[in-house]
Nanobody, 127 residues
């Protein structure tokens, strides 16, 4: 069983920055990708960013491109999400998730394809 623990959430004013961390209990694995998702009240959980362990390639949702940066530290089994120029609409619970292997093209965009999830961390951006 892999455990993921997110830290770094909090309250910040619009235009500010936060860095989220996701520490994995082990070097996941044949881990294929790590994703950052968010869910605002009354809305669906959406993929914000993803990073692929072997290549370091990244993906970003259009809504966060140019503002968020996902990165990894293999030695620490940790993935980060640097969030800059935060907006009130970024307010949500942010989750990290680990996906063990690739099944088909684009599967990393689907939350139900991920194998492990963290508990989530609240990010609130005030206007």
């Amino acid at each position: 069983q892999v455990h993921l623990v997110e830290t770094g959430g909090g309250l910040v004013q619009a235009g500010g920055s936060l860095r989220l961390s996701c520490a994995a209990s082990e070097r996941t694995f044949s881990s294929y990708a790590m994703g950052w998702f968010r869910q605002a009240p009354g809305k669906e959980r959406d993929l914000v960013a993803a990073i692929f362990w072997s290549t370091g390639n990244t993906y970003y949702a259009d809504s966060v491109k140019g503002r968020f940066t996902v990165s990894r530290d293999n030695a620490k089994n940790t993935v980060y999400l640097q969030m800059n120029s935060l907006k009130p609409e970024d307010t949500a619970v942010y989750y990290c998730a680990a996906k063990g292997s690739r099944k088909y093209y684009g599967d990393f965009m689907r939350g139900y394809e991920y194998d492990y999830w963290g508990q989530g961390t609240q990010v609130t951006v005030s206007s």
